[in-house]
C-alpha cells in the first residue's frame, strides 16, 4: 500500500500502515474502517482516508468520495439498517477532535440513554442575517 499521503507522527496513520494494531471492519484503497477502541456505544466505528488531514476541507476529493460510501457499508452491516446512530465527524480541538486526521464515527444509538449524547443550542437568526450569511457563502463557491 502506497504511504505517501501519511505521516510518521499520527496514530491513525500508523493504524493505516499495520504499525498499530486495530479492529479493522474494511477498507478500500482510499478508506479504513475500525472499532473505535473507546466506543460510545457497542459497534462504534470509524472511518479514516488513506490520506492524512487534519480537517475535513484539506482531504482530496477523490477520498472523500471513498469515505460516505465505506461508512454506508459499514453502518448496514453493523445491523443499523433497522436503528438509529450518529454519523459525526469532528474539525479541530473547540470542535472535540481528539486525534487530528480526519475520521468520521458512526455510532449506533440504541437507546436514549445510550450511544452518543449532545446538545443543540440554538440561536435566532433574522432573515436579514440570514440572507447576507448566504450572500457570504456563495460568494467563495
Request: with cysteine.
Amino acid at each position: 500500500m502506497a504511504s505517501e499521503h501519511l505521516i510518521v507522527d499520527c496514530i491513525f496513520c500508523k493504524i493505516i500502515r499495520g504499525e498499530i494494531p486495530s479492529h479493522k471492519i474494511a477498507e478500500t484503497d482510499k478508506a479504513y474502517s475500525f472499532l473505535d477502541i473507546n466506543p460510545i456505544s457497542d459497534g462504534h466505528a470509524l472511518v479514516i482516508p488513506k490520506y492524512h488531514s487534519e480537517f475535513f476541507h484539506q482531504v482530496p476529493d477523490d477520498y472523500l468520495a471513498d469515505i460516505l460510501p465505506l461508512a454506508r457499508k459499514v453502518a448496514l452491516a453493523s445491523g443499523l439498517d433497522e436503528g438509529q446512530y450518529n454519523l459525526l465527524q469532528n474539525n479541530g480541538p473547540m470542535a472535540h477532535q481528539v486525534v487530528p486526521h480526519v475520521h468520521f464515527h458512526i455510532i449506533p444509538k440504541p437507546s436514549p440513554e445510550k450511544g452518543l449524547k449532545i446538545g443543540w443550542p440554538m440561536e435566532e437568526a433574522s432573515q436579514d442575517h440570514l440572507k447576507g450569511t448566504l450572500l457570504r457563502i456563495k460568494e467563495k463557491l
